[in-house]
């Protein structure tokens, strides 16, 4: 298997702009995560997808955020319009079953610079 | 919500030598996971370990949920080991991994 798959790997823009990242899943996993990595924050958790069911999105920072999964083999985080505090890598990650009894995979992440 | 404390934050070693990283948490648990990032970022799955031993290679790991904590053994280090190693926790229920700052590491040759 591929393992989990993100796009782009970097991605620069300017203030403003729409910024869409995306992500598959390793084929078969039914949960999909997505997190945020800063230097000060760490690693924290933005949404969580279970059979393409948004269950807890509290970590999303604000209206700019939204995540979507419209079918098993896609998801979309898109943040518009961006601002320079949301420069940061992005990793989506999958898991087979619910969270509490599976292990989950990350993919290699999206670094967003916003300019 | 669930506290993750990696400790220590920062560590140097010589080539060859053998390592300890402590993960503690201050709730119960039902999944545990020991994760290595690399120096190009990437997150690489080392041990999925709720509870009990595990060995892999010169890495090992051990953790006992009664007393929340988890052990991450590495030996004979190698500089290709550096970078930063989490700790990443589900607490009971059926929230997604929660992690701990992580602990730094350097080897040098």
């Known amino acids: 298997d591929a393992g989990v798959i993100q796009s782009p790997r970097h991605e620069v823009t300017e203030m403003g702009q729409e910024v869409t990242l995306r992500c598959k899943p390793i084929?078969?996993?039914?949960?999909l995560f997505w997190y945020r990595q800063t230097m000060m924050r760490g690693l924290e958790l933005l949404i969580y997808?279970?059979?393409?069911?948004?269950?807890?999105d509290s970590g999303m920072p604000e209206d700019r955020f939204s995540a979507k999964m419209p079918n098993a083999s896609f998801s979309t985080l898109k943040i518009q319009p961006s601002e320079p505090r949301d420069s940061a890598v992005y990793f989506c990650?999958?898991?087979?079953?619910?969270?509490?009894?599976?292990?989950?995979?990350f993919g290699q992440g999206t670094r967003l610079t916003v300019v | 919500g669930i506290q993750v404390e990696q400790s220590p934050p920062d560590l140097i070693l010589q080539e060859g030598a053998n390592s300890t990283l402590r993960c503690n948490f201050s709730?119960?648990?039902?999944?545990l996971q020991w994760f290595h990032q690399n120096p190009w970022g990437q997150l690489i799955n080392l041990f999925y370990?709720?509870?009990g031993t595990k060995q892999n290679g010169r890495l090992s790991a051990t953790t006992v949920a009664t007393e929340r904590y988890s052990l991450l053994y590495i030996s004979s280090s190698q500089t290709t080991d550096s970078g930063v190693y989490f700790c990443?926790?589900?607490?009971?229920?059926?929230?997604?991994?929660?992690f701990g700052k992580g602990t730094r590491l350097s080897v040098i040759a």
């Open positions: 990650a999958s898991s087979f079953g619910p969270p509490s009894n599976t292990e989950a995979f």
């Open positions: 084929s078969g996993h039914n949960s």
């Open positions: 997808f279970n059979n393409n069911v948004p269950i807890d």
């Open positions: 709730d119960s648990v039902n999944n």
């Open positions: 370990i709720p509870s």
């Open positions: 990443a926790v589900i607490p009971s229920g059926n929230t997604p991994l929660v």
